[in-house]
């Protein structure tokens, strides 16, 4: 026996000693890096798992009741043979994925048959499904580059509306997914086992260079106490790693508008009117996009069996031409990115991981105004936008083998997220001319989405966490610890200081919130113009600890339990605390069961509650010192400079406050009892392995919203009920004035506050009943039923079909708002007032009744291979929001059209249908000529009918006042079309 084989089977026997006992006991790992390979074989048998690429040959004894398992297995393809009298009987090749078990049977209980390439097996021990997909399987298909896109193709997942405001022309909170009813701010990303979501507001995350990713785990639900801090799914990457191949190459993929004159993209589109139908058209004009991407890497042993070493860098070229209607924009970015892994196995018992990333771009956006709408000639220079996102992440991770019987993982992770913007422009207003029976355009010198951040804006995450495993007889005990901080510089202002929209008053209307009435016996052309001002930095604190055992019950029978506590802790500016919960609890159980004990056919089922934190949003908007106030004034014209400002009259009504600028005392804007965010959840599965690779999947899914957490600002409401109740005139504006100042707690609960009645500086505690505020409860339900069908790869061709029946309804969507593109994650407009709630309860933006995916690829030779995608998905519902006109007597209609009244009727939610569905379909040929060995030529076609289904609109109907009409309502969100079909070509070479 070589001295390798002696390391090597020292490292297996301590890994084998540390599950004996274990039979088919279910092991999750932690954070999902690592899989398990176990089954059934004659007792005393010996198995033997070999993967030479990257070193690993383990072996173990049969147990006397005819179970093995190996744990701690890393993602790859293995050969698992049983020996017999010295030699292999029997051999299988299977593939094993992060956070899944394969299962491989011997002697009379074999239902696995190799014909030529390895198989992805029924992982019989896992009470928690989940969708995995390799880059080998990636490369077959025809998919954007990015994670969303990758997600998408997962049962559960739906396109969520786009256009949420954020910086850059490359932002990533466009078109995210949305995950099993929830909305697209609620989910969790990780990379290698490290948390990259950007906590901020939920809607970004950092990502490794496409070609680096080795496989995408998608878990839409049912996922296990070592996850957390997520409503949705949670998004695992992992990344590819250096082996004992050598291997390198490069690939370069480009995505161009046109070749030789020939256009091979679909063309630009914007919005009209028609004039006879009042329908909304989409009609083709001037615009390209052209992507080019060229990767480099390289990977193996830097000493073979021992140190491993990954490294990839990727460069792009963007270019994103869009010719609009009062302005044209020229986007440029080239920024490179880079992965570089580092496998250090450096005895029998320790592995050392290191992980460095960087995902940071800067966009430049070139502003002109048009000359004319929708063509190429550029009139004056606005200036160029600077946009810098993402940012360098670095991870360490140790696994080591303490004793026999008991395992340890550790991570430390830094993450960095930028944010920063440098806008030539921003001394130029906001300015928006928004009247009935004029055409809606945005018109001055401002550019992009009028929101100015504060230059170094940007988010830092500091993480550490510990995992445990024990193997005790039939039982394995896992538990955790981690600890994140974040820390977020934000803060914002309007273009210019100041945001101005010309609107149309109805005659007899209010002027919104400012209590002047129109009596003009005419429309009123009027002002409403508006100042915000706000940042600082900001620190979040995030906690966890787990413990979960799981039961081989019987030996076809797993049994889990277990339980996550979490504490959340949002500091304001000052370092104060502005909302602390401790040790919330979230309870999880679930089975498995091996039906026959052949692994053919597993039922499943779990049980469990997930919790979100507070994000730092919240931080900023409500703890910090924020200046917000609106005022009306009349509308005498624009100006002649190149603001074109308005010119304005006489103000019109009372000033409304938002926020006075003043610091705000953490403890009187947030309710000390408040409880966080919560979900329950139940799912039912069946998996069923079928002949010739094939298996069959049906699953039920059940989500409901227990708890909400969101701001409210109905200071009227609250200053009525105290002066019913006994306070003086003085102490009930006290109160009131408290709640109007936006206040955080549960809605539809009992509402705590902290109160200075008397204006000394003491705080006294009010308890206002949930009666009093006339809010709702939160309420989301998420029902649905996933049928999937799927034939793995065999060399020759391979399928995969999901159809996936759904139903999401409530009152809110979560923490942000589709409707009205609203990011203010957890304080958006929702429950800020008891009438904004009134015909809210529907199906939620993220409805989508059914949704077919289906993917597959065929060999047509040996060099010639085609590959392809399909979505077939039912339209979004539809909304008209408008002035308040209802009989609660509150401030809704200080907020415009921002409730589910429209021209004076209540319009519930979801009443007026749905948008058309959507329908995307993709084509891949792949070449790899014999001839050049390393070599692959790939043609991809995105969205080959080149449809451009509409998957958002302008949902606000009134603009000014009640009974004006919105002009730009139900036009179709430029971010939320189907994008246009696509060519893509990829060349690669590998030695």
Same mark, same amino acid.
């Given at each position: 026996?070589?001295?390798?084989?002696?390391?090597?089977?020292?490292?297996?026997?301590?890994?084998?000693?540390?599950?004996?006992?274990?039979?088919?006991?279910?092991?999750?790992?932690?954070?999902?890096?690592?899989?398990?390979? $176990?089954?059934?074989?004659? %007792?005393?048998?010996?198995?033997?798992?070999?993967?030479?690429?990257?070193?690993?040959?383990?072996?173990?004894?049969?147990?006397?009741?005819?179970?093995?398992?190996?744990?701690?297995?890393?993602?790859?393809?293995?050969?698992?043979?049983?020996?017999?009298?010295?030699?292999?009987?029997?051999?299988?090749?299977?593939?094993?994925?992060?956070?899944?078990?394969?299962?491989? *049977?011997?002697?009379?209980?074999?239902?696995?048959?190799?014909?030529?390439?390895?198989?992805?097996?029924?992982?019989?021990?896992?009470?928690?499904?989940?969708?995995?997909?390799?880059?080998?399987?990636?490369?077959?298909?025809?998919?954007?580059?990015?994670?969303?896109?990758?997600?998408?193709?997962?049962?559960?997942?739906?396109?969520?509306?786009?256009?949420?405001?954020?910086?850059?022309?490359?932002?990533?909170?466009?078109?995210?997914?949305?995950?099993?009813?929830?909305?697209?701010?609620?989910?969790?990303?990780?990379?290698?086992?490290?948390?990259?979501?950007?906590?901020?507001?939920?809607? %970004?995350?950092?990502?490794?260079?496409?070609?680096?990713?080795?496989?995408?785990?998608?878990?839409?639900?049912?996922?296990?106490?070592?996850?957390?801090?997520?409503?949705?799914?949670?998004?695992?990457?992992?990344?590819?790693?250096?082996?004992?191949?050598?291997?390198?190459?490069?690939?370069?993929?480009?995505?161009?508008?046109?070749?030789?004159?020939?256009?091979?993209?679909?063309?630009?589109?914007?919005?009209?009117?028609?004039?006879?139908?009042?329908?909304?058209?989409?009609?083709?004009?001037?615009?390209?996009?052209?992507?080019? $991407? %060229?990767?480099?890497?390289?990977?193996?042993?830097?000493?073979?069996?021992?140190?491993?070493?990954?490294?990839?860098?990727?460069?792009?070229?963007?270019?994103?031409?869009?010719?609009?209607?009062?302005?044209?924009?020229?986007?440029?970015?080239?920024?490179?990115?880079?992965?570089?892994?580092?496998?250090?196995?450096?005895?029998?018992?320790?592995?050392?991981?290191?992980?460095?990333?960087?995902?940071?771009?800067?966009?430049?956006?070139?502003?002109?105004?048009?000359?004319?709408?929708?063509?190429?000639?550029?009139?004056?220079?606005?200036?160029?936008?600077?946009?810098?996102?993402?940012?360098?992440?670095?991870?360490?991770?140790?696994?080591?083998?303490?004793?026999?019987?008991?395992?340890?993982?550790?991570?430390?992770?830094?993450?960095?997220?930028?944010?920063?913007?440098?806008?030539?422009?921003?001394?130029?207003?906001?300015?928006?001319?928004?009247?009935?029976?004029?055409?809606?355009?945005?018109?001055g010198c401002w550019t992009g989405n009028g929101i100015v951040d504060v230059p170094n804006a940007s988010d830092e995450r500091d993480a550490y966490r510990l995992d445990f495993s024990w193997a005790l007889g039939v039982h394995t005990v896992r538990?955790?610890?981690?600890?994140?901080?974040?820390?977020?510089?934000?803060?914002?202002?309007?273009?210019?200081?100041?945001?101005?929209?010309?609107?149309?008053?109805?005659?007899?209307?209010?002027?919104?919130?400012?209590?002047?009435?129109?009596?003009?016996?005419?429309?009123?052309?009027?002002?409403?113009?508006?100042?915000?001002?706000?940042?600082?930095?900001?620190?979040?604190?995030?906690?966890?600890?787990?413990?979960?055992?799981?039961?081989?019950?019987?030996?076809?029978?797993?049994?889990?339990?277990?339980?996550?506590?979490?504490?959340?802790?949002?500091?304001?500016?000052?370092?104060?605390?502005?909302?602390?919960?401790?040790?919330?609890?979230?309870?999880?159980?679930?089975?498995?069961?091996?039906?026959?004990?052949?692994?053919?056919?597993?039922?499943?089922?779990?049980?469990?509650?997930?919790?979100?934190?507070?994000?730092?949003?919240?931080?900023? !908007?409500?703890?910090?010192?924020?200046?917000?106030?609106?005022?009306?004034?009349?509308?005498?014209?624009?100006?002649?400079?190149?603001?074109?400002?308005?010119?304005?009259?006489?103000?019109?009504?009372?000033?409304?406050?938002?926020?006075?600028?003043?610091?705000?005392?953490?403890?009187?804007?947030?309710?000390?009892?408040?409880?966080?965010?919560?979900?329950?959840?139940?799912?039912?599965?069946?998996?069923?392995?079928?002949?010739?690779?094939?298996?069959?999947?049906?699953?039920?899914?059940?989500?409901?919203?227990?708890?909400?957490?969101?701001?409210?600002?109905?200071?009227?409401?609250?200053?009525?009920?105290?002066?019913? *109740?006994?306070?003086?005139?003085?102490?009930?504006? *006290?109160?009131?004035?408290?709640?109007?100042?936006?206040?955080?707690?549960?809605?539809?609960?009992?509402?705590?506050?902290?109160?200075?009645?008397?204006?000394?500086?003491?705080?006294?505690?009010?308890?206002?009943?949930?009666?009093?505020?006339?809010?709702?409860?939160?309420? !989301?339900?998420?029902?649905?039923?996933?049928?999937?069908?799927?034939?793995?790869?065999?060399?020759?061709?391979?399928?995969?079909?999901?159809?996936?029946?759904?139903?999401?309804?409530?009152?809110?969507?979560?923490?942000?708002?589709?409707?009205?593109?609203?990011?203010?994650?957890?304080?958006?407009?929702?429950?800020?007032?008891?009438?904004?709630?009134?015909?809210?309860?529907?199906?939620?933006?993220?409805?989508?009744?059914?949704?077919?995916?289906?993917?597959?690829?065929?060999?047509?030779?040996?060099?010639?291979?085609?590959?392809?995608?399909?979505?077939?998905?039912?339209?979004?519902?539809?909304?008209?929001?408008?002035?308040?006109?209802?009989?609660?007597?509150?401030?809704?209609?200080?907020?415009?059209?921002?409730?589910?009244?429209?021209?004076?009727?209540?319009?519930?939610?979801?009443?007026?249908? !749905?948008?058309?569905?959507?329908?995307?379909?993709?084509?891949?040929?792949?070449?790899?000529?014999?001839?050049?060995?390393?070599?692959?030529?790939?043609?991809?076609?995105?969205?080959?009918?080149?449809? !451009?289904?509409?998957?958002?609109?302008?949902?606000?109907?009134?603009?000014?006042?009640?009974?004006?009409?919105?002009?730009?309502?139900?036009?179709?969100?430029?971010?939320?079309?189907?994008?246009?079909?696509?060519?893509?070509?990829?060349?690669?070479?590998?030695?």
């Amino acid at each position: 026996m070589s001295k390798k084989q002696v390391r090597l089977r020292g490292w297996q026997r301590s890994a084998i000693a540390a599950a004996a006992g274990l039979c088919l006991a279910s092991i999750v790992y932690a954070q999902q890096t690592a899989g398990s390979i $176990s089954g059934r074989a004659t %007792a005393g048998a010996t198995v033997l798992i070999e993967s030479p690429s990257i070193g690993i040959k383990r072996q173990t004894t049969v147990d006397p009741d005819g179970t093995y398992q190996l744990p701690q297995v890393p993602p790859g393809t293995y050969r698992v043979s049983i020996i017999r009298g010295g030699a292999a009987a029997e051999t299988r090749e299977i593939i094993v994925t992060a956070g899944s078990g394969a299962t491989v *049977n011997f002697g009379d209980a074999q239902v696995v048959t190799v014909t030529g390439s390895a198989v992805r097996t029924i992982d019989v021990t896992t009470v928690n499904p989940s969708f995995t997909i390799t880059k080998s399987e990636l490369e077959r298909i025809p998919v954007q580059s990015n994670v969303t896109s990758v997600t998408m193709l997962a049962p559960g997942a739906v396109q969520g509306e786009g256009g949420f405001l954020s910086i850059g022309p490359q932002s990533r909170a466009t078109n995210l997914a949305s995950i099993g009813g929830a909305s697209v701010a609620e989910n969790a990303y990780y990379i290698n086992g490290f948390n990259v979501t950007n906590i901020n507001k939920g809607l %970004a995350f950092n990502e490794v260079p496409f070609e680096a990713i080795a496989e995408v785990q998608v878990l839409n639900g049912g996922y296990g106490v070592e996850f957390g801090r997520s409503l949705g799914g949670v998004v695992s990457v992992n990344t590819k790693r250096g082996t004992n191949e050598f291997k390198g190459g490069g690939i370069i993929s480009w995505q161009p508008a046109e070749v030789g004159g020939l256009r091979l993209r679909g063309r630009s589109v914007h919005a009209e009117q028609s004039a006879l139908t009042g329908q909304w058209n989409l009609i083709e004009g001037p615009g390209e996009t052209e992507r080019l $991407s %060229a990767n480099v890497y390289a990977g193996g042993p830097i000493i073979k069996d021992k140190l491993y070493g990954f490294a990839l860098i990727e460069g792009q070229k963007i270019k994103e031409d869009t010719f609009g209607q009062t302005d044209h924009t020229l986007v440029r970015a080239d920024s490179p990115k880079y992965l570089a892994k580092l496998d250090w196995d450096i005895n029998e018992k320790n592995r050392l991981e290191l992980t460095l990333f960087s995902d940071k771009v800067k966009d430049r956006e070139g502003n002109f105004e048009a000359v004319s709408p929708y063509t190429t000639q550029l009139g004056a220079d606005n200036g160029t936008n600077e946009f810098t996102t993402g940012g360098q992440n670095t991870i360490v991770k140790w696994t080591g083998l303490l004793t026999d019987d008991i395992s340890l993982s550790a991570l430390a992770g830094k993450g960095k997220y930028s944010r920063n913007t440098f806008i030539p422009s921003a001394n130029c207003p906001v300015v928006a001319e928004r009247r009935t029976g004029v055409t809606a355009a945005n018109l001055g010198c401002w550019t992009g989405n009028g929101i100015v951040d504060v230059p170094n804006a940007s988010d830092e995450r500091d993480a550490y966490r510990l995992d445990f495993s024990w193997a005790l007889g039939v039982h394995t005990v896992r538990a955790g610890l981690d600890y994140e901080k974040y820390t977020t510089v934000d803060g914002s202002t309007y273009s210019g200081l100041a945001q101005y929209v010309v609107q149309r008053v109805a005659d007899g209307a209010q002027v919104g919130g400012s209590g002047f009435i129109n009596n003009t016996g005419a429309p009123l052309d009027v002002v409403r113009t508006r100042f915000l001002r706000n940042g600082g930095t900001f620190v979040t604190k995030n906690s966890a600890w787990y413990v979960e055992d799981s039961w081989q019950a019987t030996k076809d029978l797993v049994l889990t339990g277990g339980i996550r506590g979490e504490s959340f802790e949002n500091l304001n500016d000052s370092g104060g605390t502005f909302i602390k919960v401790t040790n919330t609890i979230s309870p999880r159980a679930g089975f498995a069961w091996d039906l026959g004990g052949k692994a053919e056919t597993k039922l499943y089922g779990n049980l469990g509650r997930y919790y979100i934190p507070v994000y730092s949003n919240t931080n900023v !908007r409500l703890s910090g010192a924020e200046t917000f106030y609106e005022d009306y004034f009349v509308f005498n014209g624009y100006s002649t400079d190149r603001t074109q400002a308005p010119i304005l009259g006489a103000q019109l009504g009372n000033r409304q406050t938002f926020g006075d600028g003043s610091p705000k005392d953490p403890r009187t804007v947030v309710d000390p009892n408040i409880k966080p965010m919560f979900q329950d959840e139940f799912i039912l599965g069946l998996e069923k392995a079928l002949a010739d690779r094939w298996t069959f999947g049906v699953k039920y899914t059940n989500r409901r919203l227990k708890k909400g957490m969101d701001d409210i600002c109905e200071g009227t409401l609250a200053e009525a009920w105290a002066l019913a *109740n006994g306070y003086s005139p003085s102490q009930a504006a *006290n109160i009131g004035g408290t709640i109007s100042n936006c206040f955080l707690y549960n809605p539809g609960e009992d509402l705590t506050a902290n109160v200075d009645l008397d204006g000394n500086g003491n705080l006294t505690p009010v308890r206002i009943p949930a009666s009093a505020l006339l809010m709702p409860k939160v309420k !989301r339900k998420y029902d649905s039923l996933e049928f999937t069908l799927n034939r793995q790869w065999d060399k020759k061709w391979s399928a995969s079909l999901s159809l996936v029946l759904a139903w999401s309804r409530g009152n809110t969507e979560g923490y942000v708002r589709s409707d009205n593109q609203q990011d203010d994650a957890g304080i958006s407009t929702s429950f800020d007032h008891p009438g904004l709630m009134e015909g809210s309860d529907g199906p939620l933006p993220n409805d989508r009744r059914y949704t077919i995916k289906a993917n597959g690829s065929y060999a047509l030779t040996d060099e010639w291979r085609l590959g392809g995608t399909a979505l077939i998905q039912s339209g979004r519902p539809k909304n008209c929001l408008g002035y308040y006109a209802g009989s609660i007597a509150d401030d809704s209609l200080a907020y415009g059209a921002a409730s589910f009244y429209c021209n004076g009727q209540l319009v519930p939610r979801g009443s007026r249908g !749905r948008l058309d569905r959507t329908w995307d379909f993709g084509v891949q040929l792949q070449y790899t000529p014999v001839a050049v060995k390393g070599l692959t030529l790939k043609a991809d076609v995105l969205n080959v009918l080149n449809r !451009r289904t509409v998957w958002g609109i302008t949902e606000e109907g009134e603009a000014g006042s009640a009974g004006s009409p919105n002009p730009n309502a139900d036009r179709p969100r430029l971010a939320a079309i189907q994008p246009p079909r696509t060519f893509r070509f990829t060349a690669a070479y590998e030695f």
